[in-house]
Structure formats: structure tokens, C-alpha cells
């Protein structure tokens, strides 16, 4: 069989802002609607990691620029769509992936704990929507969320992040009826566990706080979960792609659990 990259159509030459791009999921994503021919916008705050995304992006044969700064600051997201503005000429794709809720005790958690989660994910996320729209508008553009598995099934030491991704699937339904008049798609992934940093943290403490290998830490979260596999960050991007594609056009408003069997609920 061929192994060569089946092109999803209606990809080639938009301009796709992404944030949390650096690494992860993020930069999985970018790296997947470059390969589908898109241009990319991508920001997260270290420069270094997004240097070596958009070396990646170039080397498939498309362009990027890079953002560096912080999107919990409120000044920095216009900053981010400028830039696309003065370097492609327009918006037709934002990706809200960037976010990073701090798991814990509930009483251990702390305000600034429950604003950071916010600020970042939610806020950032918001803000970025609204700042893009116009641009979106004017090119029937598309929004992609990425949520969290968490908001559909909430537990004990996530609720920061439980309650984040419960706020950025009700934003991804309210925007999309808003997207349903102004021509712009608006839609959220919810991925389970899939294999970044963020989890690479969990797994580590699991084998730390255990004494057991990583092979039994990822059993033991999985088991956890009830699911059948820890993802990895380009299963997320391959749904994410064909979403903001053509070929996902009649997904509109869609919260679609990308989470290996996570969410239990009908
Ligand atoms: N991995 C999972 O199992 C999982 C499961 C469910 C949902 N998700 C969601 O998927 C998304 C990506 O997760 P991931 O696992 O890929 O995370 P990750 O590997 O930790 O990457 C997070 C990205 O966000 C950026 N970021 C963090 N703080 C930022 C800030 N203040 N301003 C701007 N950018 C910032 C990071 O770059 P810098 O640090 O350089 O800023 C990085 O590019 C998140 O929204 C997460 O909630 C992940």
C-alpha cells in the first residue's frame, strides 16, 4: 500500500492560526494541516520549540511565522492575529489548543490555580475567537476547540480541568450558532489520554509514586480511564485536519469525543 498522504480537500493555501503550538498536540496539528497544504501561524511562549515546528512546517513545503508570548496576557492576542494579517493576508482556520489546568486536591487548589486554568484555556480560547472572527467571516472560515474528555466526565483531582472543558464545549455550541449566520464552522475535539508532556508528567509520578515501570504506569492509567489505549498526538491531529476540511463539513457546533472509550455517558 501507498504510503503517500491522501490530501484532504479544501486545506491547500488557508492560513491556519494555531495556538500552543510548540509541542504536543499543538504542534501535531500544525504540522498536520501544513502536510494537507496549509499555511501556519503558531505561538506558544518558548520561541525555541516553535522555531523547530516551523522549521518542520517549512520542510513540508509550506510557510509559517511564529509568535512568541504569552496568550493569558490580554494584549498578546491581537499581537498573534496582526502578525497573520501582515504575513498571509488574512485568517481561515483558528485552532484554541493551548491549555494547561493544574490537577490536585480540591482544597489544596488555590484562586490563582482556578484563574490560570481559566485565563489560558477558556479565556485565551474566547478571546482568540472574537479577535479572529471578522477575518473568519470575511473567509467562511472554520474554529476547532480542543476540549478535554474531562468536561463530560469530571472527577475529583481534575476539577479545574473538568470545569475549563464543561465551559469550552457550552462556548463551542453558543459561537457555533452565532458561526451558523456569519458562515463560520465552529466545532471542539475532546481528546482522552494522549501522549505529551502533560502526560509524560502523570506517568512519571504514577511510576515514581508506585515503583513501577512505565510500561505499568501507562497500563495503570489506562485501566483508570477504561480505556483501550493512551493516544498519541497525531491521532488527535488527523481528526482535527479532516474537521477543518471539506470533507467535515457538516460537522457545525460538533463536540466529538476523540478519547478511546473515556466518555462513558450517551
Ligand atoms: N495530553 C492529553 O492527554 C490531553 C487530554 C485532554 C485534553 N488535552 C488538551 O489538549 C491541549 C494540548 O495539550 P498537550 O497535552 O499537547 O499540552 P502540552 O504538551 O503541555 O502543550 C501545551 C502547549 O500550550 C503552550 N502554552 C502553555 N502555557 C501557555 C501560555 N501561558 N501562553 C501561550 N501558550 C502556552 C505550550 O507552550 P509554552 O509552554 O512554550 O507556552 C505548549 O505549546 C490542551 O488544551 C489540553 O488541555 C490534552
Not at 504542534?27 to 494537507?36: F, G, N, Q, T
Not at 516553535?50 to 498578546?76: C, I, M, N, Q, Y
Not at 504514577?206 to 483508570?224: F, H, P, V, W, Y
Amino acid at each position: 500500500m501507498s504510503d503517500k498522504v491522501l490530501e484532504l480537500p479544501g486545506l491547500v493555501d488557508k492560513i491556519a492560526v494555531v495556538t500552543g503550538a510548540s509541542r504536543g498536540i499543538g504542534a501535531a496539528i500544525a504540522r498536520e494541516l501544513a502536510r494537507h497544504g496549509a499555511d501556519v501561524v503558531l505561538t506558544a511562549r518558548d520561541p525555541a520549540p516553535l522555531a523547530e515546528v516551523a522549521a518542520e512546517v517549512k520542510s513540508l513545503g509550506r510557510r509559517s511565522t511564529v509568535v512568541a508570548g504569552d496568550l493569558t496576557l490580554p494584549d498578546f492576542g491581537s499581537k498573534v492575529v496582526n502578525a497573520a494579517i501582515e504575513t498571509f493576508g488574512r485568517v481561515d482556520l483558528l485552532v484554541n489548543n493551548a491549555g494547561a489546568t493544574k490537577r490536585g486536591n480540591f482544597v489544596d487548589l488555590t484562586d490563582a490555580d482556578w484563574d490560570d486554568g481559566f485565563a489560558l484555556k477558556f479565556f485565551g480560547a474566547v478571546r482568540m475567537c472574537r479577535l479572529c472572527w471578522p477575518e473568519l467571516r470575511k473567509s467562511r472560515g472554520a474554529v476547532l476547540n480542543i476540549g478535554g474528555a474531562g468536561g463530560r466526565t469530571p472527577d475529583k483531582p481534575f476539577t479545574i480541568g473538568s470545569s475549563v472543558n464543561a465551559a469550552m464545549m457550552a462556548f463551542t455550541k453558543a459561537l457555533a450558532d452565532l458561526g451558523r449566520e456569519d458562515d463560520v464552522r465552529v466545532n471542539l475535539v475532546n481528546p482522552g489520554l494522549i501522549r505529551t508532556d502533560r502526560l509524560e508528567k502523570r506517568i512519571v509520578d504514577a511510576m515514581k509514586a508506585d515503583g513501577i515501570t512505565r510500561e505499568l504506569a501507562e497500563q495503570q492509567l489506562s485501566n483508570q480511564a477504561a480505556i483501550t489505549h493512551i493516544g498519541e498526538a497525531e491521532d488527535i491531529a488527523r481528526i482535527v485536519a479532516f474537521m477543518l476540511s471539506d470533507s467535515g463539513m457538516l460537522f457545525h457546533g460538533s463536540l466529538v469525543d476523540a478519547d478511546a472509550g473515556y466518555t462513558k455517558g450517551v
